[in-house]
């Protein structure tokens, strides 16, 4: 944690200890919210340009960072309140409670009686963190709802044509090209079963000789072969585009979009709380514009993690992309927020289907890394091969000397 977040007091206890709390307490109170701690770190990173003494910033700023639709904005306020404030009305609701005159104050006093009688605040010890910050909160103004629409304006992932456009880089390009060109050269599937012809081959092909030889005055001149042809790879590359990942994201959809561009048996998708096949828009940005672009990718990019759901999802619905000749590469940091049961039957089903599976972690690159957490300790035994890349020529390895189970 920072300096700036240390220099100043939180009335609510321990700060990373109560947004893991928080966390935990919107994911099991309705179903809306799927968090885990790629957004509690960036909620973190967000609590740093606020005062957290207002409890009003501390909640527009854990609202810019947790909601990401406006199904999960409405109930977002009820949930922060009847956390951090349970059994206090909203403060909100009463804006000018605070500027009763002095002669109100009896007034005002009584109406905020039965707030202090709740039972629900008698069962907490006065001299906890949390009844502190209550005693210092309630002596605070929260005025400042006029900054609510100018954040909502500010930040939007409810999807569609409200999503940034996502810019493929420009840097290393070329050499990331190459990469791709090398990766699909290192392929090795063998040869297929059917025959097809061929000048030169290692059967001799009868009838097509003597259909050759009416042209020739029934003379067999030309005769014809026929040959196993080799097999060409398919790639299916996974990204996973979630907050969690934005170190890494843009240099990951490079390789993606170098790898498409020198192969055309590639399929690209992308998930976040959603998934979205982005093959076609890949080949129209790299068609249409020197600087390619993809833009409404909705909730397929820049929301929460749900590696097992999406990955469940492809199975079922993009099966039939998963051959015997398909390559899968997942590029995820790991961490998930859904059950790590879903996850193993959807690593299972496309292993059984795929000749490789690559889990690509940026991850391993951090010194103390453990990849035994539930996400990639449920992961690992599916995985033909598990690296980090991060280089145009580490790229280029992923495929060197990898054994292929079909």
Not at 198 to 206: A, D, N, V
Not at 342 to 370: C, E, F, M, T
Request: net charge positive; charged share 25%; with cysteine.
């Amino acid at each position: 944690m920072s300096s700036t977040i240390e220099s100043q007091r939180f009335p609510y206890g321990n700060l990373p200890e109560n947004l893991i709390a928080f966390a935990e307490h919107l994911r099991h109170t309705t179903q809306r919210f799927n968090l885990g701690p790629g957004e509690v770190e960036d909620a973190l990173l967000a609590l740093e340009a606020v005062q957290l003494g207002s409890l009003q910033e501390v909640r527009l700023a854990l609202k810019l960072v947790f909601c990401s639709n406006l199904e999960q904005e409405r109930v977002f306020d009820d949930l922060f309140f009847q956390f951090f404030l349970p059994g206090r009305k909203r403060i909100e609701a009463q804006p000018n409670a605070h500027k009763a005159s002095p002669g109100n104050q009896g007034e005002t006093g009584q109406k905020s009686q039965p707030a202090r009688n709740n039972p629900s605040e008698t069962l907490l010890d006065p001299r906890s963190p949390l009844a502190q910050g209550k005693a210092r909160l309630a002596e605070e103004s929260y005025t400042n709802d006029w900054a609510a629409p100018l954040l909502k304006a500010m930040f939007s992932r409810t999807g569609g044509s409200e999503t940034p456009e996502v810019e493929i880089l420009q840097q290393d390009l070329d050499a990331m090209l190459h990469a791709a060109t090398q990766l699909v050269n290192q392929v090795r599937l063998g040869r297929s079963r059917r025959w097809v012809s061929t000048p030169k081959g290692t059967r001799f092909h009868f009838r097509r000789t003597l259909r050759k030889a009416l042209h020739t005055g029934g003379e067999p001149l030309y005769p014809a072969w026929q040959h196993h042809p080799k097999r060409q790879p398919r790639f299916l590359f996974v990204l996973d585009g979630s907050r969690s990942m934005q170190s890494y994201s843009d240099r990951l959809l490079q390789f993606a979009f170098a790898l498409r561009t020198r192969c055309n048996r590639v399929e690209v998708f992308v998930f976040s709380t959603g998934l979205k096949r982005i093959t076609r828009e890949l080949e129209k940005a790299g068609s249409l514009s020197e600087r390619p672009r993809l833009s409404r990718l909705g909730q397929a990019w820049g929301g929460g993690t749900q590696i097992g759901e999406n990955l469940l999802y492809l199975e079922q619905k993009y099966g039939g992309l998963i051959r015997g000749d398909s390559i899968v590469i997942i590029a995820s940091d790991g961490l998930d927020t859904g059950a790590p049961e879903v996850l193993d039957y959807a690593l299972r089903q496309i292993h059984q289907r795929s000749a490789a599976l690559i889990w690509l972690n940026p991850l391993l690159k951090n010194q103390g890394y453990n990849p035994h957490a539930n996400c990639m300790k449920t992961a690992l035994p599916y995985l033909d091969r598990f690296c980090a890349a991060h280089t145009p020529e580490e790229y280029a390895q992923l495929t060197h000397r990898l054994r292929l189970r079909k």
